[in-house]
């Protein structure tokens, strides 16, 4: 599959479980991003990662870990989380910033978690 | 911080309408503006940019530093316009911040 994948597409999990999300980029990109997207909330930026190095944490709780391997795969690890974490997690890629001007930013389809 | 508003959550026009979906931002700096759009079933994806000056399925959009709007504009609506429509703005090179979203529903 060509783009950005996302696995799961569907996660339904317990406040004690310890699961991941899983992206990969298959775009040649050196940048990759996590957001949430939450019922009536805009989409919220929380990590990104350029050249495997973490490059922004937007004040994001520590049971969100992020994990980024290589610039080709980027994990969220989940521990403890809340109910009110349920929501759609989104992941992107896009160059890596160095062309003077923001880079557009290439979706995957999104995991849908549900904290039970 | 930056901030971007979308006031409509909702935009509904008929087939062969004008189509204007607003957004607006606050920003001190000189900002890099987008529109991305999502259809039913489909991933978000990138409409157009402001900087690129291009007009993509027909959609237009002008950045007026003055007002700190970047209205997305569409002179005759069609139904495969029918989406969710997102402003976003770029800080730097990678962190952006989106709206809350538009739904625009073209009627037949």
């Known amino acids: 599959e060509t783009g950005v994948t996302q696995t799961p597409r569907h996660l339904v999990m317990g406040m004690t479980n310890k699961k991941s999300l899983k992206c990969e980029q298959h775009?040649?990109?050196?940048?990759m991003y996590w957001y949430k997207q939450s019922a009536k909330k805009p989409l919220e930026l929380m990590f990104v990662?350029?050249?495997?190095?973490?490059?922004e944490n937007n004040s994001v709780p520590s049971r969100f870990s992020p994990e980024c391997p290589n610039s080709s795969h980027l994990f969220l690890h989940l521990h403890t989380l809340q109910p009110e974490d349920s929501a759609l997690y989104l992941c992107?890629?896009?160059?890596?910033?160095?062309?003077?001007?923001?880079?557009?930013?290439?979706f995957g389809p999104g995991t849908r978690l549900t904290v039970l | 911080a930056q901030r971007v508003t979308q006031p409509e959550k909702l935009l509904s026009v008929f087939k062969g309408a004008p189509v204007e979906l607003k957004c607006n931002y606050s920003y001190s700096g000189s900002p890099e503006l987008f529109w991305y759009v999502q259809y039913s079933r489909q991933r978000l994806q990138l409409l157009l940019r402001h900087i690129s000056r291009e007009s993509i399925k027909g959609f237009t959009a002008d950045l007026n530093k003055g007002e700190t709007s970047f209205h997305l504009k569409k002179p005759f609506a069609q139904e495969e316009d029918s989406a969710m429509y997102y402003c976003?703005?770029?800080?730097?090179?990678?962190?952006?911040?989106f709206g809350t979203g538009t739904k625009l529903q073209v009627i037949p």
């Open positions: 775009l040649g990109h050196n940048a």
């Open positions: 976003a703005l770029s800080v730097g090179y990678q962190k952006v911040t």
């Open positions: 992107a890629s896009s160059q890596d910033g160095s062309g003077g001007y923001p880079d557009t930013q290439y």
């Open positions: 990662y350029n050249f495997k190095e973490q490059t």
